[in-house]
Antibody
Framework: EVQLLESGGGLMQPGGSLRLSCAAS????????MSWVRQAPGKGLEWVSD????????YYADSVEGRFTISRDNSKNTLDLQMNSLRAEDTAVYYC?????????????WGHGTLVTVSS | DIQMTQSPSSLSASVGDRVTITCRAS??????LAWYQQKPGKVPKLLIY???TLQSGVPSRFSGSGSGTDFTLTISSLQPEDVATYYC?????????FGPGTKVDIK
């Protein structure tokens, strides 16, 4: 059974840093690209970042480019999101999601999310 | 970047009604489009990928069509458990943008 468990959320002041983690199990982690998707309170889904199965390729939304860094450790089956220079508009539930195929694409498994609140 | 729009933004329909949601891409994305369902307070769920392929376990009343720039999600007979917000997402190239969502409820 595929499981994705996010951790690391919390309350941070503007300008601060936070590192989110996602522990994956139930599939061959290195075979699949992974994504971070966020959802601000009462708002829609926003794609944040993707990383290839090998970790060699990464992609970011313009809203987080230069502030967030996605990474993965295929030996530990973990996905991370380092978030720096946090802003109030980064407040959201952050979901870790697995892509459906080894070639990437749609997201067929999602974690339950971790809440990040940026406020002074 | 390619922009994704959805219409309507919300709709109210009766149980048993046929419901259609439209997603439009500002440039062609072939069939690299997925649809997700998010029920209130729940995690998003993949319904359809490659524009028209039903994800395993999804009821057959859901269907998708389209390619290029115009796509539709159809619920052939709306059920009470289909109350949710539906999102499209492009995944041909980054950024893998979601549409703004369509909220569906029961009249």
């Amino acid at each position: 059974e595929v499981q994705l468990l996010e951790s690391g959320g919390g309350l941070m002041q503007p300008g601060g840093s936070l590192r989110l983690s996602c522990a994956a199990s139930g599939f061959i982690f290195s075979n699949y690209a992974m994504s971070w998707v966020r959802q601000a309170p009462g708002k829609g889904l926003e794609w944040v970042s993707d990383i290839s199965g090998s970790g060699d390729s990464t992609y970011y939304a313009d809203s987080v480019e230069g502030r967030f860094t996605i990474s993965r450790d295929n030996s530990k089956n973990t996905l991370d999101l380092q978030m720096n220079s946090l802003r109030a508009e980064d407040t959201a539930v952050y979901y870790c999601a697995k892509q459906r195929s080894s070639n990437g694409g749609s997201l067929n498994y999602w974690g339950h999310g971790t809440l990040v609140t940026v406020s002074s | 970047d390619i922009q994704m729009t959805q219409s309507p933004s919300s709709l109210s329909a009766s149980v048993g009604d046929r419901v259609t949601i439209t997603c439009r891409a500002s440039q062609g994305i072939s069939k690299y489009l997925a649809w997700y369902q998010q029920k209130p307070g729940k995690v998003p769920k993949l319904l359809i990928y490659a524009a028209s392929t039903l994800q395993s376990g999804v009821p057959s009343r859901f269907s998708g069509s389209g390619s290029g720039t115009d796509f539709t999600l159809t619920i052939s007979s709306l059920q009470p458990e289909d109350v949710a917000t539906y999102y499209c997402q492009k995944y041909n190239t980054a950024p893998f943008t979601f549409g703004p969502g369509t909220k569906v409820d029961i009249k």
